[in-house]
């Protein structure tokens, strides 16, 4: 049964899916058939154009780790490599949390180290490039639309190696009233994906981009014609709604918890650590209430049986939220 014939007293109204959904954004980049749209949009990011431009890409196999927050298994949404053996992992992340750089970081040291086989030379190593689109800004003193962090002097700020590469493709940075250049278009297209992939024309600044109007046409497409994967897109988007709601009500209640603190301590240690505490406390409990949203919503509109559900739900028990649990297993009626 399709989300439109939820009985209408208990219908929550559905989001809106954008280009930034990582079951639309790995469908449409990640795909081996398409990778020239990853290749375009690599350069487009990076704003690398004639010979310092890639010329081609192979997509391999994303790498999996544990993290630590949820302690769950994580995949990093792509991972390609270029024909002189540059490895770049791209991936989106919406919601900031304290151990957001950490975690590139150790995705990045990942690829970098597992490039050469026991006994090999160290000279062999090849540049790897992270390159995260996000929906805040990574570091509140470097508001740009594109952030780029490598090794460099500490001194000087001369550039020591290209080994290392970090970029942040920040989209509440970017500047409307100028559309022009090709970096400014795709993130046009990411931060406004939810209303361009629902509405039935591509914004007429887009057209010169072939490969994103491509692959806004594809998302277009799949999201009416492949209802499992519209229906695991909509759930990511459901729970990543959750997720940076309730992380913003923690945080308010951290800022507030922290300032008392750090009035009693007379330090700003104590603002800070209740910050942290309160940002991870909202995720932890965004990611579980986010589940069993979307546990409810299938039960509701039939496509999931009330014995599934509840065992599914009696799962995420012992999570340090049993009281959230139980409130939801009470309305599987």
């Not at 003193?141 to 500490?154: I, K, N, P, T, Y």
């Not at 090709?182 to 600044?205: M, N, Q, T």
Request: charged share 25%; aromatic share 6%.
């Amino acid at each position: 049964m399709s989300p439109e014939k939820i009985p209408k007293p208990e219908q929550e109204e559905l989001p809106k899916i954008g280009l930034t959904n990582n079951v639309i954004f790995r469908h449409v980049f990640a795909s081996r058939e398409r990778k020239g749209w990853l290749l375009a949009l690599i350069n487009a990011l990076l704003e690398l154009v004639g010979t310092d431009a890639f010329e081609q890409l192979e997509i391999i196999d994303s790498i999996q780790s544990r993290e630590h927050l949820q302690d769950r298994d994580a995949v990093v949404d792509i991972i390609a490599v270029d024909g002189h053996g540059t490895q770049i992992h791209v991936e989106v992340q919406l919601i900031n949390h304290p151990g957001f750089v950490a975690r590139i970081l150790y995705y990045w040291a990942k690829l970098y180290s597992r490039q050469l086989n026991q006994a090999e030379p160290f000279a062999q190593l090849r540049p790897t490039i992270s390159l995260v689109i996000t929906d805040f800004y990574v570091s509140e003193d470097e508001q740009r639309l594109h952030a780029h962090w490598g090794l460099s002097c500490r001194h000087t700020k001369e550039p020591r190696s290209n080994l290392l590469a970090l970029h942040f493709i920040q989209l509440p940075a970017l500047n409307e009233q100028d559309l022009k250049s090709r970096i400014k278009k795709w993130v046009y297209a990411f931060r406004h994906g939810r209303e361009i992939l629902d509405s039935k024309e591509i914004p007429a600044l887009l057209l010169d981009e072939k490969e994103l109007v491509m692959a806004i046409e594809e998302a277009k497409k799949v999201l009416v014609t492949d209802e499992d994967l519209r229906q695991r897109a909509l759930s990511q988007e459901m729970m990543m709604r959750t997720q940076i709601s309730i992380v913003a009500e923690n945080v308010e209640v951290a800022l507030k918890r922290g300032r008392q603190e750090g009035r009693q301590e007379g330090k700003q240690e104590g603002l800070q650590q209740g910050l942290q505490q309160g940002l991870q406390q909202g995720l932890q409990r965004g990611e579980l209430e986010g589940k069993l949203k979307i546990l409810l919503m299938l039960f509701r509109n039939g496509s999931l049986p009330k014995e599934a559900a509840e065992e599914q739900m009696r799962s995420l028990l012992g999570q340090n939220y049993d009281e959230l649990v139980q409130s939801f297993l009470g309305q599987l009626q």
